[in-house]
C-alpha cells in the first residue's frame, strides 16, 4: 500500500487507537449460547451488540441516550416563534405611531389612528397593508422595518444555518452578496445536473462564497447533503404549523423578499429535493415549551431531531442488511459526544471482526448468518456440554482389519483395484514402474498403482429426524433439541468422518437441513407433524449407504398428525385421520426391511404419543425414550454410539 493511502492526524481522544483487534471468541461463545438456548443467530447478535459486552455499553444504551435527547430537542420551544416575533413587533410599531398621533388634533391624524385600528387580525395581511402606511413616528417606522429584515434573515436562516445573525443590520451591499452566491450555486447545480460538474468549479465557488458556509464542506456532495437536510427540516417546520399560522407565515415571507430572491430560493428547493428524494420532505412535528423559536432556530431544532431519529432507526438495526456500519459516527458524536462514539465504534469492530474471522457470512437477503466455522465451534460447544452429564468409558469404534477409506496405515500395500479410495503408495507405485521400465524414461500405467493398507472401522448412516412443530417451542424443548442436534452432527463430523449424517427437520413437511441451517432455524410456526414425510427421506438417505450401518432417531413431542398426499401435498388433521397413522407406519415398514432400527426421544407424556411410539417400537423393534429434556443430548449421542457399534437392544 503506498503511504498515500494513509492519512494523519491528531488523535481526538478515546479509545487506544493501537489496541489489538477485538478477540471474537468470547463474542461468539455468548453468541452461541443463545442459539443453543434457542435463538436464532441474527437474534442472538442483535441482543449481544444491544446489551454490550466485555465493558462495552451495547446500543440500547446508546438509543435510550438518543430518546433523551430526542425529548430535549423536543421541549425546546414553539415553532410559531417567528409569527409571535412579527406580531410582538406589529404591535410595538402601531403602538408607537398611536402615541406620535394621540397630540395631533388634525382630521388626518384620526383618519390614521382609525386605520391603525381596523388592521386585520391576520398578521401578514396586517404587515401587507401597512407596507404604504405613511409613518409619523420614526421610532414606529424603524420598528416597522425591522419586520422585513427579521423576516429576510429568518428566511436565509432556515436554507442556510448562521444567516440570521451574520445578516443582522445588513446593508444593500450585503444583500447583494446573497443574492449572488444563490445565482452561482443554483448554476453549479444545474451543471451537476447535466454531468458536467467538476471538483475545481466547486473549489472555486467556495473561494467566493465560503463565508456562508462555516461548516467547510469539502465536495458538492457534502454541500448538497448539508443543505437538503436543512431545506427537509425547513419544509417539516412549516408543515407542523397550524393552517392559519403556515398561510401567514408564506404570505410574510413571500413579502419578504424580492422578486430576484424568491425565483432563487425556489429554484434552490427544487434542485436539492430532486438531489435528496430520500429526505424526509414532510411530516409534522409536535415540539413543546413555552418560548418561540425563530424560523432558523426551529429548523436547526428539526433538522437535529431528523437526526435523530435516523440515528435512532440505525441503531435499531431492524431493517434488512442491517449493519453497525450504517450508523453515522459524525451524528453520534454530535449527539451524544466522545465516549458514546467510542462504545459504538467498539461494537462495530465486534461484529467486523466476526466477519473478518469467518465467524458470520451475510446470505442473499444481507441478513447476517453463522458461517460453517461458527457452527463448528457451535456443534463442539453442545457436545462439551453432553459430554459433561455423559460417562465417557466404553465409548469407540468396534475396528475391522481391512483395506478401507479411513483408519490407521498398517505398513503394507496392495495393488490398486477400481473404486479403491485409499492413499497411493507413491514408493512402490514408482518401483513398480522403474523395475517394468528398466533403463530410460518412466512411464507409469494402471498395474503399477499400489495402495496403502489401513484399518477401516465400520461405517454407520445416521439420521436425526428432528420435529420443528410449533409445539416445541411451546413446550419449551425446542433448544434442547436443536443443541442436541448440533452437538451429534460435530460428533459424526469431527470423530467419525468416515460415519456420514443427515438432519432431517419435519413440521407439516420435513426438509433435511444443513448445520449452518438448522443453527438458524426458529421452530415452524405451522399446525403438523409429518412424520411420514420425514421418514421417506431417512429411507432415501440410508439407501445411498446400503454398506453402512443404519441408525434412525427421532425427536418429536407429538404423534403423527400430517401426511404427504399423492399430490405431493401435507393433509393435516388433529387428531390424526387414520390415514396419517397407517401411511407412516407403511414407511415405518419400509425402514424396518432396510435393516434399520428407529429409536424413538419423546419429549412429551401425552398418551396418545405414548401409544403410537410404543406400536412403533412394536413394529420396528427399536427403542422408546421418555427424555428429560434437559438430558435429550445425552440419551441420544449414548444411542448412536451404541448403535454405531452394531448393538442393537430389544425394546
Known amino acids: 500500500?503506498?503511504?498515500?493511502?494513509?492519512?494523519?492526524?491528531?488523535?481526538?481522544?478515546?479509545?487506544?487507537?493501537?489496541?489489538?483487534?477485538?478477540?471474537?471468541?468470547?463474542?461468539?461463545?455468548?453468541?452461541?449460547?443463545?442459539?443453543?438456548?434457542?435463538?436464532?443467530?441474527?437474534?442472538?447478535?442483535?441482543?449481544?451488540?444491544?446489551?454490550?459486552?466485555?465493558?462495552?455499553?451495547?446500543?440500547?444504551?446508546v438509543r435510550r441516550k438518543v430518546a433523551k435527547r430526542q425529548r430535549e430537542a423536543r421541549r425546546k420551544g414553539q415553532l410559531d416563534g417567528t409569527l409571535q416575533e412579527v406580531r410582538e413587533l406589529l404591535d410595538k410599531a402601531v403602538e408607537l405611531e398611536k402615541q406620535a398621533l394621540f397630540p395631533d388634533p388634525s382630521d388626518a391624524a384620526r383618519m390614521a389612528e382609525m386605520e391603525l385600528d381596523t388592521l386585520p387580525s391576520d398578521t401578514a395581511r396586517a404587515v401587507q397593508q401597512l407596507g404604504s402606511y405613511d409613518w409619523q413616528s420614526p421610532e414606529a417606522r424603524q420598528t416597522y422595518e425591522q419586520i422585513q429584515d427579521l423576516l429576510r434573515r429568518e428566511v436565509l436562516d432556515s436554507q442556510f444555518k448562521g444567516m440570521k445573525q451574520a445578516l443582522e443590520n445588513a446593508s444593500p451591499e450585503d444583500m447583494q452578496r446573497v443574492e449572488d452566491m444563490l445565482a452561482d450555486l443554483n448554476q453549479m447545480l444545474e451543471a451537476d445536473a447535466r454531468g458536467e460538474h467538476t471538483q475545481e468549479h466547486f473549489e472555486q465557488f467556495m473561494d467566493k462564497h465560503g463565508e456562508f458556509f462555516p461548516s467547510q464542506p469539502g465536495t458538492l456532495e457534502e454541500l448538497v447533503d448539508d443543505l437538503a437536510r436543512r431545506a427537509a427540516a425547513a419544509q417539516r417546520l412549516m408543515d407542523s404549523l397550524t393552517p392559519q399560522q403556515r398561510q401567514e407565515l408564506g404570505e410574510l415571507m413571500q413579502g419578504a423578499m424580492d422578486m430576484d430572491m424568491q425565483a432563487q430560493m425556489a429554484q434552490l428547493g427544487d434542485a436539492l429535493r430532486n438531489a435528496r428524494p430520500d429526505l424526509p420532505w414532510g411530516g409534522r412535528e409536535r415540539m413543546s415549551g413555552e418560548q418561540g423559536m425563530g424560523m432558523g432556530e426551529a429548523t436547526t431544532a428539526l433538522e437535529e431531531l431528523a437526526d435523530l431519529d435516523d440515528l435512532e432507526g440505525s441503531l435499531g438495526q431492524d431493517y434488512p442488511g442491517a449493519s453497525l456500519d450504517d450508523i453515522d459516527e459524525e451524528a453520534v458524536q454530535r449527539a451524544l459526544g466522545r465516549g458514546a462514539l467510542d462504545d459504538v465504534r467498539a461494537l462495530q469492530r465486534i461484529e467486523r471482526e466476526l466477519q473478518l474471522q469467518g465467524y458470520l457470512v451475510r446470505d442473499s437477503n444481507g441478513r447476517l448468518e453463522l458461517s460453517p466455522r461458527a457452527v463448528r465451534r457451535l456443534g463442539a460447544t453442545a457436545l462439551r456440554k453432553v459430554f459433561t452429564q455423559l460417562d465417557a468409558k466404553g465409548r469407540?469404534?468396534?475396528?475391522?482389519?481391512?483395506?478401507?477409506?479411513?483408519?490407521?496405515?498398517?505398513?503394507?500395500?496392495?495393488?490398486?483395484?477400481?473404486?479403491?479410495?485409499?492413499?497411493?503408495?507413491?514408493v512402490r507405485t514408482v518401483r513398480n514402474a522403474v523395475l517394468r521400465s528398466g533403463v530410460g524414461p518412466v512411464h507409469l500405467q494402471v498395474d503399477d498403482f499400489e495402495v496403502v493398507e489401513t484399518e477401516r472401522r465400520t461405517t454407520a448412516a445416521v439420521a436425526l429426524l428432528v420435529d420443528l412443530s410449533f409445539s416445541m417451542e411451546l413446550r419449551g424443548t425446542w433448544a434442547a433439541a436443536k443443541q442436541t442436534s448440533l452437538a451429534l452432527h460435530s460428533l459424526v463430523t469431527t470423530q467419525f468422518p468416515q460415519d456420514a449424517i443427515e438432519i432431517i427437520g419435519f413440521s407439516d413437511y420435513a426438509q433435511v437441513l444443513k448445520a449452518e441451517q438448522l443453527a438458524g432455524l426458529d421452530p415452524q410456526r405451522v399446525q403438523g407433524t409429518n412424520l411420514q414425510?420425514?421418514?421417506?427421506?431417512?429411507?432415501?438417505?440410508?439407501?445411498?449407504?446400503?454398506?453402512?450401518?443404519?441408525?434412525?432417531?427421532?425427536?418429536?413431542?407429538?404423534?403423527?398428525?400430517?401426511?404427504?398426499t399423492r399430490d405431493g401435498y401435507a393433509d393435516f388433521c388433529w387428531p390424526p385421520m387414520p390415514e396419517t397413522l397407517e401411511l407412516t407406519m407403511a414407511e415405518v415398514e419400509r425402514i424396518t426391511r432396510r435393516g434399520a432400527t428407529i429409536n424413538v426421544f419423546m419429549l412429551d407424556d401425552e398418551p396418545r404419543l405414548v401409544s403410537f411410539v410404543e406400536h412403533l417400537a412394536e413394529r420396528n423393534g427399536g427403542r422408546v425414550f421418555a427424555a428429560d429434556p434437559d438430558r435429550l443430548g445425552e440419551y441420544v449421542v449414548s444411542d448412536y454410539l451404541r448403535a454405531r457399534r452394531g448393538r442393537h437392544s430389544a425394546h
Open 396 to 426: 469407540g469404534g468396534h475396528d475391522v482389519r481391512d483395506a478401507g477409506a479411513a483408519g490407521d496405515i498398517t505398513g503394507s500395500s496392495r495393488s490398486w483395484q477400481f473404486g479403491d479410495e485409499q492413499p497411493l503408495d507413491v
Open 533 to 564: 414425510h420425514a421418514l421417506m427421506l431417512a429411507g432415501r438417505f440410508l439407501g445411498k449407504h446400503p454398506q453402512a450401518e443404519p441408525v434412525v432417531l427421532v425427536v418429536t413431542d407429538g404423534e403423527p398428525t400430517a401426511h404427504l
Open 1 to 61: 500500500m503506498s503511504p498515500s493511502a494513509f492519512q494523519y492526524g491528531a488523535w481526538a481522544g478515546g479509545r487506544d487507537p493501537l489496541e489489538p483487534p477485538f478477540d471474537v471468541a468470547q463474542a461468539v461463545d455468548e453468541i452461541g449460547e443463545r442459539v443453543l438456548n434457542g435463538d436464532s443467530p441474527r437474534q442472538a447478535l442483535r441482543d449481544l451488540l444491544r446489551r454490550g459486552t466485555d465493558g462495552l455499553r451495547g446500543l440500547d444504551d
